[in-house]
C-alpha cells in the first residue's frame, strides 16, 4: 500500500512515510506513530470497536465485536490484534469475539517485566473480569497460545475451553534448539536466539520491522500473498520502536522462567482443540497429547505457520465446531 492510501486511513504523513520506506524510518517513542489507528482498523471490520483497559498492572488495547458467548484472541510475534482479522467477522456471527494486543505489543503497555506467560495470562483473566466475563473461550496463536495455555494451567476457573494454534507451552525440549541447524534442517528458530539478546536488536530492527517482517511472512508462509503489504505496513508499524522491540522480544526472554512454571502444572482439564500445520503436527500433537486430559486435535494442510492468515476459512469451521 502506498504512503497515500495509508494517509487516507488516517496515518500521520511522518509514519506513512516510515512505512512506506522502513529503511530511513527512524524509530519514534510517540505512541501514535507506533501502528494504524487501530480505532480505524477495527472500523473496517463491521460491528467492530477499538478499546482499553486498565487491568493488573498494564493497559491492554482490545478489538471487540459481535454477539454470543465470549472468544478471546490472541495473537503471536510479530503480529498484534489484527493477525485475526480475517476470522473475526465471522466469529462474531457466534460469539462476543475480544481481540487483544498482547503485553508488550500494539497499543497495550511495553512495561520493563512481566513477560513470562503466568504473568500475561494474569493480564487475560483481569481483562475477563473487567468485561464482567466469569468465564471466557479462548484461542492463541504462537505466542498467543503459550499465554491461552497458562490461563487454563492457573487459572481454569476463568476458562471455558482454549484452541492451542500451532504452539503449546514452553517445555524443555526447547533448550534443544540448535543455533546452527544441520545442513537441510526444515525449520531453524533462529529469532528465539535474537530475540534473548539485550539491546542489541533494538538497535537493529528500531525503524527497519519491515526487513524483519517480511523475513517471518515470507519464509513461514506457503503463500506470501496471504499476508498483504498492507498488512505487513500494520505489523512494521507497531513493532517500529525500540520499546515495541523490547516488548516483543520479552515474551522469548521469559521462556526459561515459562520451562521453570510449566513443569509445576498438572495437565489442563479444560476442553482443549489443537491445530497445527503439518511440519508442526507431530511433535506438537505429541506434546498436546500429554499435557491434557481432554484434547481435540487438527492437522491443516496447505499452510505454513500463519495458517490463520492462509486457510481463515477452515480455521473457522474448526474453531465453531469445537466451540459450539
Known sequence: MNRRNLMALGVGAAAASAIADPARAAASSDDTQLALSSTRLANTLRGFSSRYADVNGVRLHYVIGGTGAPLVLLHGWPQTWWGFHKVMPALATRYRVIAVDLRGAGNSSKPQG?????????????????????????????????????????SPQVVDKIALLDVSHPEPNYYEFRALPAPGAPFHPWWFAFNQVAQLPEQLVAGRARFLVDWMFDNLLVNQAAISAFDRAVYAAAYNTPGAIRGGNGWYQAFGQDIQDGTTYAPLTVPVLGV?????????AASLASRTTDLELVQIGNTGHYFVDEQPQALVQHLQAFFG
Do not use: C
Open 276 to 284: 497445527a500445520h503439518d511440519m508442526f503436527y507431530p511433535s506438537f
Open 114 to 154: 512481566g513477560y513470562d506467560k503466568k504473568t500475561m495470562a494474569a493480564d487475560i483473566a483481569a481483562l475477563a473480569a473487567h468485561l464482567g466475563y466469569a468465564k471466557v473461550n479462548v484461542a492463541g496463536h504462537d505466542i498467543g497460545a503459550m499465554v491461552a495455555f497458562s490461563l487454563a494451567a492457573n
